[in-house]
């Protein structure tokens, strides 16, 4: 897509190069000028030479318009493969494609993982429909994502389960993410009388040999989230 932009934009630039040449060349020389205006066989020849320029440029403008519909057809395409359909956030299938880049590969030491889960999601449903269940997870996604946001990749890993994966990560960028979701989520409550938010986490972070992939990872981080929430391993 690019390499078809740049050659597209070099053609475009080449063919304003060319007609601005010619339009001087002709003011500048006078015996040419006088030919175009008193020879009809010359003026012929220089309308069918422009005509071929505008038609040229008309087409260019048209695969200048064609590319950015399929640029913005594709960025549609990408969310729509990607992106969760109800909160906009990484879906399964994106959590499952960034993991597959570490797939047989050695767990690198830096990388630590949270896992989050909307623990009450079940009781809102109940009492509030599955709209007022969207509405839970919608606002719990959006308080993931502020608190991920420039520190690590954010996806829905189904229902009402989330995952936080930290590259060149520590103790205390874990802490930062989690108080920030603790906050966000504690203020979220005070201002909303219908439903409060309530979740578990789940951390994995520098686990020794006992960790050998960032599958391995998750795996922990998620058995972790249920212990804290209470629900059998």
């Not at 007609?19 to 003011?27: D, E, N, P």
């Not at 009809?40 to 220089?46: G, I, K, M, Q």
């Not at 309308?47 to 057809?73: K, P």
């Not at 995952?163 to 960028?173: G, M, P, V, W, Y």
Request: charged residues 20%.
């Amino acid at each position: 897509m690019k390499r078809f932009d740049r050659i597209k934009t070099l053609q475009l630039a080449l063919l304003i190069l060319v007609t601005a040449a010619a339009l001087v060349t002709i003011r500048r020389d006078p015996e040419l000028y006088a030919q175009i205006a008193e020879n009809p066989h010359v003026r012929l020849l220089a309308i069918l030479l422009w005509a071929v320029l505008g038609i040229s440029f008309v087409f260019l403008l048209y695969d200048f318009s064609s590319w950015a519909e399929l640029r913005r057809e594709n960025l549609e395409l990408d969310h729509a493969i990607y992106s969760d359909a109800l909160t906009g956030i990484a879906n399964r299938y994106s959590v499952d494609v960034y993991l597959a880049q570490y797939l047989n590969k050695p767990l690198p030491d830096d990388m630590g993982c949270v896992t989050l889960e909307l623990t009450n999601l079940g009781q809102i449903n109940r009492e509030h429909g599955h709209a007022g269940g969207d509405a839970a997870i919608q606002s719990f996604s959006e308080i993931l994502q502020h608190a991920a946001s420039g520190v690590c990749f954010i996806g829905r890993n189904g229902g009402n389960k989330f995952l936080a994966i930290f590259r060149d990560c520590s103790e205390k960028r874990l802490e930062s993410f989690l108080r920030s979701v603790s906050e966000q989520v504690e203020a979220r409550n005070a201002g909303h009388g219908d439903y409060r938010l309530a979740y578990c986490a789940g951390t994995a972070f520098e686990e020794g040999d006992a960790v050998c992939s960032l599958t391995e990872l998750v795996a922990l981080s998620d058995r972790r989230a249920w212990q804290q929430h209470g629900a059998p391993v």
